[in-house]
């Protein structure tokens, strides 16, 4: 079928979801090799093409707009699609002499996996690295069906089947914008928290089960988002708080797009862990890969 015209090159889109990653033009360029006014000139040419602005910018960075963080969403699984695409193509090319398949929440695939990939591409040329963006629940049922060579999960929880070593750190934290009634209030209760209609990750997302195992009986939430990148924006659309990553908002908390709000004894800590199979084991690239995101 025809393509749309409104639909962006993969490069633009590539660029595009970096920069929402990264939170600035200039770390974005340094990623791509490219220039901040050619960045900048690239996400200009992408929202003419969209008729959507998909940045507000600022002197202290960028951040998606709410309609931006949904494109941004979409444009992230195109390019895991892509990126599919063209590990197949090669295989059947036969320029490559090993394929991994790595299945990695929204969370761990946005922030940690991209600096992962770059080294394995640099360590192992000839390995074509293909990574899908799911939720903890779908990564794990897909490392448990053979489909994924190796997964990164953020629940709690390791399914039966499964083996598992710890990657990283992390900690949710409670954000609203600066206009907000609790960016200026003290701490809140856990009870108002469960009270409080929440922007929230997707039902099986690790962010949400962590949470939901936490703080039982929370309200349903005021709406339901597949990225921590749409999640920020909504956030600031909406006025409304959310429980996210931390790695996920630390540029917007250090800038003041966003504000912690601290919740009466209650943490958040959780262990990001790898997980594979206990039949099949680890070898090969994939424990390469392991090696890396370990390190």
Known sequence: MPLSPRVPELAALDVLVSVARLGSMGAAGREHGLSQQAVSARIRSAERLLGIRVFD??????????????????????LAAAEELASGISALRGEREANLTVAASMTIAEYLVPG???????????????????NSTDVAAQVL??????????GPDVPAGLHAREVARDELVVVVPPGHPWASAAP??????????????????????????????CVNPLLELTSCTAVKAAV???????????LAVAADLTDGRLVSVEVQ???????????????????????????????
């Open 57 to 78: 910018r600022a002197t202290t960075g960028v951040t998606p707009t709410y309609e931006g963080g949904l494109v941004l969403e979409w444009a992230a699984g195109t």
């Open 188 to 217: 809140i209760t856990p009870i108002e928290l469960a009270r409080t209609p929440l922007i929230q990750r997707e039902f099986g997302s690790g962010t949400r089960n962590t949470l939901e195992n936490a703080v039982p009986g």
């Open 116 to 134: 992962w990939t770059v080294t394995m591409r640099r360590k192992n040329p000839t390995v074509v690295t293909s990574v899908r963006l799911l």
């Open 145 to 154: 069906a053979g489909e994924a060579d190796l997964g990164f999960v953020e």
């Open 236 to 246: 600031v659309a909406g006025n409304a708080p959310a429980v996210v990553s931390s």
């Open 265 to 295: 004894g209650l943490r958040l800590p959780r262990r990001l862990l790898a997980v594979w199979s206990a039949d099949r084991g680890l070898r090969g690239p994939a424990r390469d890969f392991l090696d890396i995101a370990a390190g």
